[in-house]
Each structure stands twice: as C-alpha cells, then as structure tokens.
C-alpha cells in the first residue's frame, strides 16, 4: 500500500486573492455611508495603537529579561570553566 502525499497549503486553502475585492467594496462604500463609520474606524484603530503600545511594551521587557538571563547564564559558566581550571592546576 503506497503512501499518500498530504495535500500542499494552496491545495488546503485555495489560491484565491482573499481580501482583494473585500477592500475595494470598503473604498466604494465608503462615500454612501453616513458619519458613524468615521467614528467606528477611529475607535478601532485607537483600540489597535493601544494594543500595539502594550505589545511593544511586554516585548521590550522581554528582551531585556533575556539580555540579562543570558549574561547571567555566561557568567555562571564562565566561573565553573575558572573553577575547573583552577582545580585541576592544583
């Protein structure tokens, strides 16, 4: 019994342009609608800028926790290489 090979990404998911005539609709439409979609796009994308912020936040902090996890984890070898070292010259 031969083994099939899985389907490829464009066979699982199509290889349409998804999205492509959605954005043209939101251009088209946006002259037709009243004024609370204005104020809909503005809350969004004041919620988005927040949720950026803290992203950029929590990355930050987690870079600098690597940063000194690291340096710590360079020294301890460091002082177990000097710890041998000085040992076996002994």
């Not at 609709?25 to 009243?34: A, I």
């Amino acid at each position: 019994m031969a083994s099939k090979a899985p389907p490829s990404w464009a066979d699982q998911w199509g290889t349409s342009n998804f999205g492509v005539g959605d954005d043209d609709n939101l251009v088209n439409n946006k002259g037709n609608s009243g004024g609370g979609t204005g104020k809909k796009v503005a809350e969004v994308k004041a919620a988005a800028s927040a949720g950026l912020d803290k992203a950029k936040s929590a990355a930050a902090i987690g870079a600098q926790k690597v940063k000194s996890g690291t340096s710590l984890g360079f020294k301890w070898v460091k002082e177990q290489y000097q710890k041998k070292k000085s040992s076996s010259n002994k």
